[in-house]
Each structure stands twice: as C-alpha cells, then as structure tokens.
C-alpha cells in the first residue's frame, strides 16, 4: 500500500491509540460493501478510529478459515481497507480458526500464514485472532504438545505476531467474559495461561461481566486488567441482536462509566445485525468517549435522534448529512462541534425542520428509540405504555362495579392508551413513507410486527370497554408485574424484548365475542404465479405504471392498449410465462415479477421469434403516421435490429444466468415486505429449476428498485454505456 497506509496505521498503533470504533462479528448475513463504506465515513465525522472485520457468518472468516480469497474477493477487500484508511479508521482484519484447527500441526500454521499473508499484501496492518464459541477441548494430537487450550492459543497467537512483524493485534479468548471464566475470573486457568503467555504487545478483548453486560464497573475491568496482566479491550455486545432477530437496539450508550476508559484499550460495539439500526448506538458511543464525565444516556439521545431524522430523509446513499445541511432547499441547521478529552470534535446538525406531514419527525425518531431500548430495559414511554395496559387488564373490573369514579378512571386510562396506539400508529406510517428506503427495510419488519401487537392490545382494550372480563388463568398475579427482564439472566431468556412482553400480557381466549374472534380489517396480498386470466388486469396495471412513470403520452396510448404491456413484459410472457408471478390485493393487481431461467436463450428466443411477431403486430407503416414521439421510440424498438435488453459480458451469464424483472405501485413499495416476498417467489422458483445465479437491469435513476434488489443480496455488477446498473446475486441451491 502507499506510505499513507504506513503513517495512518503509525497513528492508529498501540501505543498512542484509544481503541474506538466497531466489530463487526455478529452472526448473520454480514453488512455489503457500500454499507462498511457508509460505516467508515460516519465513524470519520464521529471521531472513530478502529473497525475489526469479524463476520461470523463470512465463511473464509471461520467456517473455511482454510480457504484463501480469490483475486475478485481480494480486490474487495483491498478497496474496503483503503477506504478505512482514507477514512482514518484502522482496518483490523480477524480471522477465527479455532472450530476445527490442529494447533500442533505445522502445515496448519502455515494455512493461517498463507492467509494472513493474502490480506497484509492488500494493505492490512492489524490483525486479530479469535477463539471464541469453540469447544474447550484439545484432540489427541495437541494434548501431547499442549497441556491445554490456552496453551494453544497462546502458541500460534504469538507465532503469528512474530511473524508478521508485531502489528497492532487482538485477541480473543474462549473464556471471553466472567461467566465463561472457569471456575471463576479470578481463578481461571485459561485465563491466567492467557495473561501470562501472550507477548506484552497483544490486547486481550473481553464483553464484561456476561456476554451481553448490562453494566461494566471500573472495579471490574480493574480486576480483569489485573487478571490478563494487562487492560483489557472492550469488545461491547450492548446493542447486539444475533441471539433474538425479533429484537432490535436503538438505545444509547449505557451501563458503562466513562472512568473505565483510563482502565481499558478501548471500546468497540458489536451492533445490531441490521446496519442501519446502528446510528444512535455508534453515535452515542462517540460522544460517551468524547464527552467524558459529562455524558448522560438520556441526554445523550435528543441529539442522536435529530441526527438520525438526517438519514431518514437521504434518498440515495450518495447523499451525505453534509449535503443535507448545505442544502439551500432544505430547512436551516446549525452546525456544532462537541470537543473530546483528546482535543478532537465529532460535528453534529442542530436542525429546524419543517418537515412534510409524512415524514419522520423528531418525536417519532425518539418513540422509535425508545420502543426499541435496550437489551435489560425498556424506555419510560414503552414501560409507561406495558404498565398501562397491565393495569387497564387487571382493573376492568371496575366497570362492573358502582363506583363511578373509578370506572371514569378507567375509562381515561383506555383513551390514554388508544392515544398511544395511534401514536405508533402514526410512526409506522411515517416510516413507511421515508426517502431513505435501505433504512426502511431494516426496520420495517420490527417496527410492523411491534405496531400490529399494539392494535391488538388496543382491540383487547375495547372489548375489556364492552363489559366482558379477562377470566385468564394468573390474571391477578401478573398484575402490577415489572415490565421485562429481572434477575441476572443473559437478555436472550427474555424472547421477543417489548413485542414479546406485551403478548405475554395477552390472555389466550377462544369464548364467543373475544377480540381475538374478531380479526381486525387488514388488506390481504396474494403473490400467486401468473394466469391467461391475468392478462387484462395485467395489461391494464403496465399502462398505469407506464402512465405514473411519463413513460408515454396518455392520449396517444389509447390507440394502442397493448403497446404498455407488450413492451414491458411481453417477451416474458411469451417465452417463460411460468416464471412471472402477481402480486394482489382483494382482486386488485399491483405488482409483478418476470423472470427467465437462462438470460441468454431468452435473448436470442426473444429476437428470433417474439420480435418478429410484434413487428407484424405494430408495422413499421405506423412510423410514418403522426404518431406522438413517445410511441414511436416504443415501436421502433420492435423493428430495430437491437437485441431485447443490454447484451452483458459472458462471465456475467456464466455466474448470474437468469434475469428477473419486477414493477409495483409505489403504495406497494412502500410496504416493505411485499417486494421482498415477490422477489423471494420468483428466486425460489428459479432456485427450483436449478439456477445458480440471477442478474437484473435497472435504470440508474431507480433507486427505489435498486435498494430492493440490494436488500435481498444483490450487489452491483457494472454499468452499461446508456446508464443501466446491472445487479447480481448467487442462488443457493436447496440442500
């Protein structure tokens, strides 16, 4: 790499760094490329320093640790280690051998050398081995050259520090957090194997008192530090959500006093799995070190949250919160600079916004926070609203009784919580109708699934109104209980987080007249493979988006009623009608999705015999009647010699063979999960049928489609030379 490589990495060394930043190493679909760039440049702006590459689910990372990276798995890599660099980020690259690793064998270490040695050679100069959530146990062969594990560990961590030149390294233990330690921290073996064996020059990452602490001591890491015989490395699981993919951790910084950080190497969050969920916790997280003794949690998130209302206004990931702010267009905002303990400032947006009705507001970026917390607590408006309906449950008694003043009591209790109800209502809708869509299909699922629980409690709430009575088993002895978790448990015994809580709370009825008999009136989708009967309703719905797209001029449409369809999809449904599947609601169609199983034979099959027939179809002595331009450009391409679509390199046919096409109405779109399930039908099929890869040709100004193929995995292949993005991704094949 350039000596600017050499001179950040001298920067970011051990001995003049407090390690702050990100780990990467939750399990689950690990984040994309454009989304770790999107990461550097926040953690830039946030005063950021370190980011550890760590995906557990990267399967040359820890399953095939093994397998060296191929030259495009390279380039990759190297392009995602300059642009830490460029961002001022430390690249820390993690590998994690110990699932299935003979420490004793020789070739084994030479594996790990090899591999190492392919990422150092693209610019990485830090490194970190991992070693846990691996059996504690050697094999045959290393306990004859190893009196345990951490002997083991120890050997080849040292090993390979030494022989890449002592860079900047982690490492972790498989005893990673007090209740791991056996028997105990002070008296772990492993542990005091570890302290003692590794080079002085190794920081040891450890998560607190548990896997996921809900609070961290300075007494605690003191004891670890005297433990490891060195301050430990924070590797922070606060905000992770592998372990409940229901939940999601929105909440501030929390838990950890800002002394502990002269105890420590540094702090790095291993976040939510869902990158976008991840700004208020980053960003707090950067004002807890910058901040020092004056950072408070609470105070902490009106300030992330009008920085958070930024992003969900970006309608293409281009756009910066910079752009925003200079943004004459825009509402004012006033630039401030909060100043750290090292002398350096992280910037944030004072806003006054005058935001469309639609669109997110500062209170519904705070709710969001606060529905969403964190792992061992809720935020005082969602314990307000769990307590709420608790007592609404357990009191509606009153109502039967002739005391009116605690019926009226009641009575403004219930209005209080469908005022709640309507609130989130409301959020939800703003939600869906944010500019940011890669926001939006992060959350959407949680924040949809969160708003439906609390319409039904709202629904359970009326009828408790109506004069019927919860006659649920344990109904009085669940009243007044303490929202959500108690005791010392890990957060994962506690399923589901505030979603989960509150459909504990609701009782299981099935007598006539209980709310639950009652379905509340939702629309209902059908995403169903394509009829004859279809095309009307389908011809009808392409002119529509033909129309919503000024695509062409309406008046001179009607001449032509099947010209819309025709040129959208009529080669799909001439040639792979099987593959195209509807999306409806209540009779009405909104959307579809086209595919063909190999791109190529549809090209060809699409020139050779479709074309001609729309040739006859629409004859070329239309051209020269006066014809608005618009259906001119569409007949035209009927007689052209051009092939139906951008002919693409053979390796991208080679990888992606099938092609998919998709069009929905924006209301459609703007529900998240419907063009995730379409697109979902289609791929499976095409997965049926044996494909191994699928590609898509979108228009560079769709971006709306475009951060709906990302979102179900597909990355960016090229561009052609009219403005098209061509986009791709592997189908795995059904085991």
Not at 75 to 82: E, V
Request: aromatic letters at 10%; charged letters at 25%.
């Amino acid at each position: 790499m350039s000596e600017t490589l050499s001179t950040d990495s001298e920067r970011c060394s051990p001995e003049h760094t407090f390690y702050c930043g990100v780990v990467e190493g939750f399990y689950g679909k690990p984040w994309s490329f454009s989304q770790r760039k999107e990461l550097f440049r926040r953690m830039k702006r946030w005063s950021m320093n370190t980011y550890v590459y760590a995906p557990k689910d990267d399967s040359k990372h820890r399953l095939h640790w093994r397998e060296t990276y191929t030259q495009e798995e390279l380039s990759h890599l190297r392009c995602l280690i300059q642009q830490a660099y460029e961002n001022d980020i430390l690249f820390v690259y993690a590998i994690s051998p110990g699932l299935d690793m003979h420490y004793s064998k020789l070739e084994e270490i030479e594996l790990l050398k090899r591999k190492i040695k392919q990422v150092t050679d693209v610019g990485c100069q830090a490194l970190a081995f991992l070693f846990d959530d691996i059996e504690a146990e050697l094999c045959s062969e290393d306990k004859e050259k190893f009196a345990s594990p951490a002997h083991a560990h120890v050997f080849v961590t040292n090993e390979l520090y030494e022989c890449f030149g002592h860079p900047t390294c982690f490492f972790c233990p498989t005893e990673y957090c007090t209740t791991r330690a056996v028997p105990s921290l002070s008296q772990s073996e492993y542990l005091a194997t570890v302290g003692k064996g590794l080079l002085p020059g190794i920081d040891i990452l450890w998560t607190g008192p548990k896997v996921i602490s809900n609070e961290i001591s300075v007494e605690h890491v003191e004891e670890v530090g005297q433990v490891l015989r060195r301050p430990p490395l924070l590797w922070d699981n606060l905000h992770a959500n592998d372990y409940d993919r229901r939940r999601l951790f929105l909440g501030p910084y929390h838990g950890r006093p800002t002394d502990i950080a002269s105890k420590v190497r540094g702090v790095l969050s291993n976040p939510n799995c869902e990158f976008e969920a991840n700004f208020v916790p980053l960003f707090t997280l950067s004002q807890w070190r910058l901040l020092a003794d004056a950072y408070d949690p609470m105070e902490a998130i009106p300030p992330a949250a009008r920085e958070w209302m930024f992003e969900f206004r970006r309608n293409e990931r281009s756009d910066s919160v910079e752009d925003l702010v200079e943004s004459k267009a825009e509402s004012p905002v006033d630039v401030m600079e909060v100043t750290g303990p090292d002398g350096r400032g992280v910037q944030t947006g004072e806003a006054r916004m005058d935001l469309d009705k639609d669109e997110m507001k500062l209170d519904d970026v705070e709710l969001l926070i606060d529905l969403f917390h964190l792992p061992y607590g809720h935020g005082p408006k969602a314990t307000a609203m769990l307590r709420q309906f608790d007592w609404l449950r357990s009191n509606a008694f009153c109502l039967q009784t002739k005391n009116e003043q605690r019926s009226n009591e009641w009575l403004q209790k219930a209005e209080d919580f469908r005022s709640m109800e309507s609130i989130v209502s409301n959020l939800f809708r703003h939600l869906c109708s944010s500019a940011n869509r890669s926001l939006v299909y992060d959350l959407y699922a949680h924040v949809s699934d969160l708003r439906s629980t609390i319409v039904l409690l709202r629904a359970f709430v009326d009828w408790l109104a109506l004069g019927h009575q919860d006659d649920s088993p344990g109904c009085e002895r669940k009243a007044g209980k303490q929202p959500f978790c108690s005791g010392d448990q890990e957060p994962w015994i506690y399923r589901g987080g505030l979603l989960g809580e509150m459909q504990r709370l609701l009782p299981i009825m099935s007598a006539p007249g209980a709310p639950f008999a009652r379905p509340i009136a939702v629309p209902v989708f059908t995403i169903r493979p394509y009829m004859q009967s279809d095309h009307d309703v389908l011809r009808e719905f392409c002119e529509k988006h033909f129309l919503s797209h000024a695509l062409v001029d309406g008046e001179a449409l009607i001449s032509f009623p099947s010209l819309a369809i025709d040129s959208s999809i009529g080669d799909y449904i001439a040639l792979s009608s099987d593959l195209i599947f509807v999306l409806d609601t209540t009779g009405q169609l909104c959307g579809y999705a086209c595919g063909a199983l190999n791109a190529q034979q549809h090209r060809t099959g699409a020139q050779s015999t479709w074309k001609p027939q729309m040739a006859v179809k629409y004859p070329a002595g239309l051209l020269d009647s006066e014809l608005h331009p618009s259906i001119k450009i569409l007949i035209e391409a009927f007689h052209s010699d051009r092939g139906r679509g951008p002919l693409l390199p053979e390796d991208i046919y080679e990888q992606y063979p099938s092609i998919v096409t998709m069009a929905m109405t924006q209301e459609s779109l703007n529900l998240a999960y419907l063009p995730f399930s379409l697109l979902s039908a289609l791929i499976n099929c095409l997965r049926g049928q044996g494909s191994h890869g699928v590609h898509t040709v979108l228009s560079a100004e769709n971006r709306v489609l475009h951060e709906c193929f990302t979102s179900q995995g597909f990355t960016e292949l090229m561009r052609t030379a009219d403005g098209a993005v061509i986009l791709g991704r592997s189908i795995e094949r059904f085991p």
